[in-house]
């Protein structure tokens, strides 16, 4: 059974058992996830309204764009769910290869090699996409329904939490790989995410309180 | 259907929906309930474990206490995820409420009130809850099974947004009730968690990021 088509309860008290997954990797996507399905609502309760109809042409169509941008994020990120557990998964398999000949060994080595790098790319993949939302929740929160300015603020700080949880998940693995090279470009990616990241949620909770 | 009982997709798809429940008080206390689950993860990857068997008997009493904790907070927050979109949905109903004859408007007012009172006093609880996790986690940062230290790290991102984006639904209700001495006391008390909620994650982080 996919980890997304479990009750909420059952999610919670598997992330909770003595098994290693589902672990951060699939709550980080799932808090990126509710952090854009928050920005959804927002978006719903927004698009049509009096107020909205009055804005300006240009600021519809820039809301009107983020706001659909925010479904196929969320696919994404509802996909990513279930592929961090199967990821990590792997990765466990893979350590438990036989390792008695020298054949034995080296398949074992690709194997962790591959494993790792798909536990690397799955939480990058996360993070990138708890960015694509970051970038577009402070227009939510200059010209979202004023109701519902709260969900903007906490769909932002999901996002957020779902990017650095994310990255943390990635730093993990790097420490798996031999390639120093990729292993600087993949340090220095997570870097650039995390600082423009942290960033645009200070933006977004600055909108946010100056409205409550 | 309660929202616990949801499938993870189904619900991250009804806070999508153009209904303003669930909000963003249901998915802070999820986010806490997440929090709190990795927590207890860790929990149960480190107690009866070499290491842990290992540590001081004072350490190994700190952390079983604090494993012990996580159990209660968690049904707590899974609660809360039904409690806030019931509260939203009674403020909701009493706007409603017919208000033509002087009878009606105060019948309306009082019942506004109420419901404004127990839709502030639902995420006050759920930070408060927050809280408690943030203040468990540090230790099993510090003496948590190893391989599961990014998990300590998401638990504690997870937490604190539930602790935040709670205290931006507390807020938001402060504004429909009359009681100014009230009110200026939860705004101190919203102070006072948010701040030590902050100082609390920070801790935590900066262990996480020295052991990955």
């Known amino acids: 059974m996919k980890l997304v088509e479990k009750t909420v309860m059952d999610f919670v008290n598997a992330v909770e058992s003595k098994e290693p997954a ?4 699939s709550v980080a996507a799932l808090g990126g996830s509710l952090g854009v399905a928050l920005t959804a609502m927002v978006g719903n309760l ?3 309204r009096k107020k909205f109809n009055e804005l300006d042409e240009e600021v519809k169509d820039k ?3 983020a706001f659909n941008e925010t479904i196929d994020i969320k ?3 509802l996909e990513i769910i279930d592929e961090d557990t199967e990821a990590f998964n792997q990765v466990m398999a893979a350590f ?3 390792k008695e000949t020298e054949e034995e060994k080296s398949r074992r080595k690709a194997a962790i090699n591959e ?3 798909l536990a690397m790319n799955v939480p990058l993949k996360a993070a990138e996409e708890c960015l694509k939302i970051l970038k577009l929740q402070e ?8 109701n519902a300015i709260t969900d903007v603020g906490v769909g932002a700080l999901m996002a957020y939490s779902g990017l650095e949880g994310a990255l943390l998940n990635v730093k993990v693995n790097l420490g798996g790989l031999d390639d120093e090279e990729l292993v600087n470009n993949i340090q220095a990616k997570c870097d650039s995410i995390l600082k423009e990241g942290k960033e645009l949620l200070e933006a977004t909770l600055k909108v946010v309180y100056s409205k409550i």
Chains 1, 2 share one sequence.
């Open 115 to 117: 494993a790792t790098s």
């Open 46 to 48: 927004t698009i049509g």
């Open 139 to 146: 227009v939510f929160a200059q010209y979202g329904n004023r």
């Open 96 to 98: 438990k290869m036989p």
């Open 75 to 77: 696919e994404s990120l």
């Open 63 to 65: 809301f009107e764009k």
């Open 22 to 25: 589902p672990g951060g990797g």
